[in-house]
Each structure stands twice: as C-alpha cells, then as structure tokens.
C-alpha cells in the first residue's frame, strides 16, 4: 500500500455537482507524483479532496494505512500532512523567520533544528530571514510557503501550483529543492500547469480531465506516450 493513497474519490463543492469522479491518486515515499492536465480538469480538486477540503461523497483517503476519509484538514494536518496552496500561502506583512515559526505552530518540541535545514535548503531565505515576506519577489515567496510547510515536519508535503507565475530560470530552481526534499524520503505530491517540466522529475503522473483519471505512469512513460504529448504536451 502507498503511504497516500486517494482511491475512487467523487466529489465537489458543498452541494454543487461533482467535479471528481472515481479519481484515484497514489505516492509512495521518497516519490515525488504529479498531477497534470488541461484547466478546468479537477487538478487542484483533486488535491483538496486528499487534504479534506470539499465533500467526498465516495472512495476513501488513507495515510500510512488508516482511513482519514471523514477528517478535518486541521486534523490531517496533525496526522503529518502540509499542504502549501497556490495563493495566498503567507504572511506578507510577517518577517521571512515569523513565517517559518508560523509553520511550526503545533509543535511542542525545539524548532531550531527544523530552522536550520529550511535554510540549508532555500539559503536565500536565511539571508533575508528579517526582511518582510510581502516585499520578496514571486519565487522566493513560494520559497518561504514550502519552507512552512516543512517546519511542521510532514510526512507528506502537498504543492498546488508551485510554480504558478515564476519565471522558467525560477522554476527550475523550485523543482531543483523538490527534488531535494524528495530525497529525504519525504512523499511530495504536486499539481503542476507546466506539464512536461514536471513530468520530468515525477516518479508517479497522473493526467486528469473532467475530473477523472485519463492517463497514468512513470513521468518517463507520460512524456513518452503519443497520446499525451500530442493532447497535453505540444507534440
């Protein structure tokens, strides 16, 4: 079994129909999986679906073996997951360091260490850990929303849209520290608008549309199936 596993879910938003349907999404750890697919195609539903935040009227999430299903998403924060969103995922008018310590809110232990690999990992972060997060430019922004993410010490870290807006040079450096984390051991699943760029460092890719699984495999397999990169990736 994957240590995340969202099986056979359908669902959508309070009591609109739905936009998920029998969508099944896996990561196992040290694996990052992406999910890719035209707009509109449940991308980021499906992701919410896993951390609980519309209504799943059927299938079941399990994390490391039990069935969260029916928890809270503060609750399956507890549990180890960290979800960073696509927008407004921190504090602008906090100082880079209050954002990190923010992360850590439900921790009782010593930080400190935690601190000190986030800044190992995002090295411009340290440098400008006093600055106002509000005044940084795109990248280093999304920098300080996985850096908070990590400072809960996920089992499980959640990215929609990481790259959304950033330059290509910017985004490569994002995906460079994803790997990093992946490699930890920590299970990275990401939604992800650039398609093939992703595709290439996923271990797991899962192509939506209208909601539902069209194409799954290795990234290796996605970038080399005809019908993919015909329909999703330019040729």
């Given amino acids: 079994m994957s240590f995340l596993i969202g099986q056979n879910m359908t669902g959508g938003y309070g009591k609109g129909p739905d936009i998920l349907h029998d969508c099944t999404i896996e990561v196992d750890k040290g694996e990052i999986a992406v999910i890719v697919g035209p707009n509109g195609a449940g991308k980021s539903t499906a992701m919410k679906a896993v951390f609980g935040m519309l209504n799943v009227h059927s299938g079941t999430v ?61 090295p411009i972060l340290k440098e400008k850990r006093n600055q106002h997060a509000g005044e940084l430019s795109g990248g280093q922004r999304q920098q300080v929303a996985v850096g908070r993410a990590l400072m809960t010490k996920p089992k499980l870290l959640m990215l929609d849209e990481p790259t959304a807006g950033v330059s290509p040079i910017v985004m490569d450096e994002l995906f460079d520290r994803i790997i990093e984390v992946s490699r930890t051991g920590l299970p990275i699943l990401m939604v992800e608008q650039n398609a093939k760029q992703a595709l290439e460092i996923a271990d797991k890719g899962y192509v939506l549309v209208q909601g539902a699984n069209a194409y799954s495999g290795s990234g290796k397999e996605l970038l080399a199936d005809p019908e993919v990169r015909k329909s999703f990736l330019g040729g």
């Fill in 62 to 122: 399990f994390l490391d073996g039990e069935d969260i299903t029916h928890l809270t998403p503060q609750a399956r924060v507890q549990k180890g997951m960290g979800f960073v969103p696509q927008t407004h995922n921190i504090f602008t008018s906090m100082s880079v360091e209050e954002n990190l310590e923010m992360g850590a809110f439900i921790r009782k232990d010593d930080i400190s260490e935690t601190m000190e690999q986030v800044y190992e990992l995002f």
